[in-house]
């Protein structure tokens, strides 16, 4: 069985890897790694294939950056033609990105069956790229891989076939338990002068969140006026960029509480949220890995996908623009005994990738 496996960004290489992992173990597969080229730095893209010691991508699109309509319909005319010649039984999709819906709308219009993995996570929120990604993939997929019950009823209500639905759990849980030797090795507060729960880790990137520069202020604002604490920002370009645009970067990059880095590798990534006292953001991810690592999360959005870190009080919507987000921050960072429950985990067991490979296996055979 062929699986042709696209992915483009930085979080579709890292919730992929262990599913490459276990494709590798098992001799009735081949899995070819199709990147698109959506992320291009070494830094946001190549770095993990090297850290996890994966082989290269068979293929890189070289898409690069552009408008969506731009992105995705490149994506699309470059990997018809790559389809046509690899010809594999099945397209898998991981996320919500531009790469996401890119590839299966081209498998779907070839006749070649869809599985998308990260199904079924919806904001309700039309305005964000990624809702529109996803909500578009799940309804061309022949196979849909959920991490909740939550993300399968919300299939369920948009009438998605009950047998074409697999709750799985989440193969970025997978990653963080492969993973937890080398996480605890990293260096990455010696080398940055960092001391355990001194510090906040910060990252945002959302087009709704960076592209709007009265948000982009306020978050500028905010970490300077809490002088007393310190920030730990790893910046991503789109982030970085914007803050050029908008001649806000020199005064970040002045303020003496933030640390600003840029992107950092997975296993880097991780050991600084576990170490720090809070985590701010607007990544999807982050805040289910937060969760894990048991950090108290406040998310720089109005809504989320992963509702129950809010149910279990582990995790707060407040935008930039709140007036109410500074005095947040400043009561969690104070706060000795964390009232949150982080005992249950209802995104998985750390074998989502090994269901799923399991899964396809039976379904094309
Ligand atoms: C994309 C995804 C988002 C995901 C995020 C993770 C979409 C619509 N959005 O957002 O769901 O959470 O990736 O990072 O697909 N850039 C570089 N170097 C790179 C990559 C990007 O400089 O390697 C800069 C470029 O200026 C580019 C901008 O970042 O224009 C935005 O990149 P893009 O791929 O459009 O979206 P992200 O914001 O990264």
């Known amino acids: 069985m062929k699986i042709g496996l696209v992915l483009g960004t930085r979080p579709q290489i890292i919730k992929s890897v262990p599913i490459i992992i276990e494709a590798s173990k098992n001799e009735n597969i081949q899995l070819d790694v199709i990147h698109t080229g959506q992320h291009y730095d070494y830094n946001m893209s ?25 992105q995705t319909g490149k994506i699309m005319i470059e990997l018809e033609n790559v389809l046509h010649r690899i010809k594999p039984d099945i397209v898998l999709v991981p996320g919500d990105t531009n790469s996401t819906l890119a590839a299966a709308l081209t498998a779907a219009k070839m006749h070649i069956q869809v599985a998308h993995f990260e199904a079924g996570a919806r904001s309700f929120d039309m305005s964000m790229p990624e809702e529109i990604n996803r909500r578009l993939t799940d309804h061309c997929s022949d196979i849909l891989f959920t991490v909740t019950e939550n993300c399968m009823k919300n299939l369920l209500k948009e009438d998605i076939q009950s047998n074409k ?40 990137h959302r087009q709704e969140n960076v592209d709007d520069p009265y948000k982009l202020k306020c978050l500028v604002n905010m970490l300077i006026e809490l002088s007393d604490l310190k920030f730990v920002f790893p910046i991503h370009p789109r982030t ?9 970067i020199k005064k970040l990059e002045k303020a003496e509480n933030v640390k600003l880095l840029s992107p950092l590798n997975y296993h880097d990534m991780i050991k600084l949220i576990k170490n720090s006292k809070i985590l701010l953001t607007d990544s999807g991810g982050m805040q289910k890995e937060a969760y894990w690592l048991k950090i108290p999360c406040i998310t720089l959005r109005e809504n989320t996908e992963w509702i129950e870190t809010i149910e279990f009080g582990a995790n707060i919507l407040l935008e930039v623009s709140n007036t109410e987000i500074k005095n947040h921050i400043k009561m969690l960072f104070n706060e000795d005994i964390i009232s949150a429950n982080f005992t249950q985990n209802p995104y998985g067991d750390g074998k989502s990738a090994e269901k799923i490979i399991h899964i396809l296996e039976n379904k094309i055979k």
């Open 240 to 248: 970085r960029n914007r803050l050029k645009d908008n001649n806000l």
């Open 165 to 204: 639905i697999y709750q799985v759990g989440d193969t970025m849980y997978d990653v963080l338990l492969m993973n937890r030797i080398k996480i605890n090795k990293s260096k990455v507060l010696k080398n940055n002068d960092l001391i355990e729960n001194e510090y906040i880790t910060i990252t945002t």
């Open 46 to 70: 190549h770095i993990f294939f090297d850290e996890m010691d994966l082989p290269d991508p068979l293929i890189n699109l070289n898409v690069g950056s552009g408008t969506h309509g731009f």
